[in-house]
C-alpha cells in the first residue's frame, strides 16, 4: 500500500507530511528531472506503508515540470490511496483537483487542512454534506497543530473508488448551485 499526499502548492501537505512519517524520510529527485520530492513510510496496522509527499499541482493537466512529475507520480501508482490536501479557505479551487483525481479511479480522502485560517475569514464547511456529496471521506485538519491527523488515518479505510458519472453530475451541480458543502 502507498499514499500519496497531493494538492496545490502551499496548502501544508509538507507539514502533514512530517505528521505521518516523523524523522525517517528520502528525499530524491524524481528520475531524469531536477524535481525534488520526499517520501518515508509510516505504519498502519502493523504494516509499514510507503507515503509520498507529490510536488504541488493545480490539476492533472500539467502545466510545468513540477506539475508533469505530480501528475506522472500519480500516474504510476495506480493502487496508490490518494490523501488530497485542500486550503479550507479555498475550498471550490482544491475541489477541482480532489475531483479529477477521483474520477481516474483512485481511493481518495480528502484533508481539508488550514481550518484555523478558514475560522478566522468565517468561512464553515459542512463536511459531512460534502462526504455525502463527494462519496469520500473529509476530514478538517490543522497540520501545524497536529489537528484532525490521526482522524485521517483513521478513516483511510473507508477511502474507495467511485462512480465516474455521479461525480460529473455533482460537478455539474456545482457550477450552478455551489453544492460544494459551504454554507
Ligand atoms: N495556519 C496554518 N498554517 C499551516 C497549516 N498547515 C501548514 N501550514 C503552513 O503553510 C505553509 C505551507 O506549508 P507546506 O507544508 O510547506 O505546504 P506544501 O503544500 O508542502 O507546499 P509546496 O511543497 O510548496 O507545494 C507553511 O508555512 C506551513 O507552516 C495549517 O493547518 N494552518
Ligand atoms: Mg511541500
Redesign the pocket.
Known amino acids: 500500500m502507498k499514499i500519496l499526499l497531493m494538492?496545490?502548492?502551499?496548502?501544508?501537505?509538507?507539514?502533514?507530511?512530517n505528521r505521518l512519517t516523523g524523522a525517517n524520510v528520502i528525499e530524491s529527485n524524481y528520475s531524469g528531472t531536477t524535481v525534488d520530492y520526499t517520501r518515508g513510510y509510516m505504519s498502519l496496522d502493523g504494516k509499514e506503508v510507503e507515503v509520498v509527499?507529490v510536488?504541488?499541482t493545480f490539476s492533472l493537466d500539467p502545466k510545468d515540470r513540477a506539475e508533469e512529475v505530480a501528475v506522472a507520480m500519480l500516474k504510476e501508482a495506480k493502487d496508490a490511496y490518494v490523501i488530497c490536501?485542500i486550503d479550507s479557505s479555498k475550498l471550490e479551487r482544491g475541489l477541482y483537483l480532489a475531483l479529477q483525481i477521483m474520477e481516474e479511479g483512485y481511493s481518495v480522502i480528502i484533508a481539508l487542512?488550514?481550518?484555523?485560517?478558514a475560522e478566522d475569514k468565517n468561512i464553515k464547511i459542512d463536511n459531512q454534506k460534502l462526504e455525502q456529496v463527494l462519496g469520500v471521506p473529509v476530514v478538517s485538519?490543522?497540520?501545524?497543530?497536529n489537528?484532525g491527523i490521526s482522524k485521517v488515518i483513521s478513516r483511510l479505510k473507508d477511502a474507495k473508488p467511485v462512480d465516474v458519472e455521479d461525480i460529473t453530475v455533482m460537478r455539474a451541480g456545482m457550477n450552478h448551485c455551489g453544492r460544494c458543502g459551504r454554507t
Open positions: 494538492g496545490h502548492p502551499n496548502v501544508g501537505k509538507s507539514v502533514f507530511f509527499d510536488p504541488g490536501v487542512n488550514m481550518d484555523d485560517v485538519t490543522i497540520a501545524i497543530e489537528i
